[in-house]
């Protein structure tokens, strides 16, 4: 069983395209798997999707944090 984290940072731009735009705000609680930032139409890149469970804790132009609980 792997260890639970207490937070993570996801970067919104994940290679080569553009960086995804947040599609949720600080504060919101966020479930495994919910989509956290999109790519808009026609554009390259990779929407960012939530590894844990938990809170958004912050948002920068660079990524997002959530926090576990």
Do not use: F, K
């Not at 940072?9 to 995804?20: D, E, M």
């Not at 919101?28 to 960012?48: H, M, S, W």
């Not at 999707?49 to 997002?64: K, L, N, R």
């Amino acid at each position: 069983m792997e260890p639970e984290v207490a937070c993570v940072t996801l970067p919104l731009r994940q290679h080569i395209g553009i960086s995804a735009v947040p599609c949720v705000a600080p504060g919101e609680r966020v479930t495994r798997g919910q989509l956290l930032a999109d790519i808009p139409a026609d554009a390259l890149g990779a929407p960012v999707h939530a590894s844990i469970d938990g809170q958004v804790s912050a948002i920068t132009e660079q990524a997002i944090t959530l926090v576990r609980g």
